[in-house]
């Protein structure tokens, strides 16, 4: 199995950037797909990004496509979600997320994470 641990969260301005990193414990990290959600004040927790178990699939949510760029290191055990041009609605908890399984395309369901981390706190100023 695998832990998540993110960071990188904090306060930024609107139109400004922030990278958050995911280290997982655990030797089959490679194996795993990963997904980043987020969660704001009174909604749903909800799909952000993902990658597949070797870095050659991603898959986002349409309101992050051309901001948002997911990417890992397997030989670190570290998934990325770089945030450019960031707005007051990207404010939330983002959790990193692991699934089991070698799939071509990551998945982007809630229930198809088994494991997640404790979340960082990103906050966009306007």
């Known amino acids: 199995q695998v832990q998540p641990v993110e960071s990188g969260g904090g306060l930024v301005q609107a139109g400004g950037s922030l990278r958050l990193s995911c280290a997982a414990s655990g030797r089959t990290f490679s194996s795993y797909s990963m997904g980043w959600f987020r969660q704001a004040p009174g909604k749903e927790r909800e799909f952000v990004a993902a990658?597949?178990?070797?870095?050659?699939?991603?898959y986002y949510t349409d309101s992050v496509k051309g901001r948002f760029t997911i990417s890992r290191d397997n030989a670190k055990n570290t998934v990325y979600l770089q945030m450019n041009s960031l707005k007051p609605e990207d404010t939330a908890v983002y959790y990193c997320?692991?699934?089991?399984?070698?799939?071509?395309?990551?998945?982007?369901?809630?229930?198809?994470?088994?494991?997640w981390g404790q979340g960082t706190q990103v906050t966009v100023s306007s």
């Open positions: 990658i597949n178990w070797s870095g050659d699939s991603t």
């Open positions: 997320a692991a699934a089991i399984g070698r799939f071509g395309v990551p998945p982007s369901g809630r229930s198809e994470y088994k494991y």
